[in-house]
């Protein structure tokens, strides 16, 4: 099992960012995945979570309105619209698959 997230940067206060995670070697259209962030200092929290049948959706309260997670199973890809981004949401943010399979991280920076 592979996963793979790329699109993260350095992003104003107020502006928006698209993460996308690609995962391999798993069945993807059924499976579970979902973005955490880890800031400096604190821990590994979830951001969204997508699961595979009916497509229903958990997010963190701090994200609601702002972060939606969707996904193309036909690319295998999951992603993470990011708008209205904080300082707060500067972060590494890591996909994960099937509860059990980890990316290596992008990093979000919000900053002026």
């Known amino acids: 099992v592979q996963v793979v997230e790329s699109g993260g940067g350095l992003v104003q206060p107020g502006g928006s960012l698209r993460l996308s995670c690609a995962a391999s070697?798993?069945?993807?259209?059924?499976?579970?995945m979902s973005w955490h962030r880890q800031a400096p200092g604190k821990e590994r929290e979830l951001v969204e979570r997508i699961f595979g049948v009916g497509g229903r959706t958990l997010y963190a309260d701090s994200v609601k309105g702002r972060i939606t997670i969707s996904r193309d199973n036909a690319r295998n890809t999951v992603y993470l619209q990011m708008n209205s981004l904080k300082p707060e949401d500067t972060a590494v943010y890591y996909c994960n698959a099937q509860y059990n399979f980890w990316g290596q991280g992008t990093q979000v920076t919000v900053s002026s």
């Open positions: 070697g798993l069945t993807f259209s059924t499976d579970v």
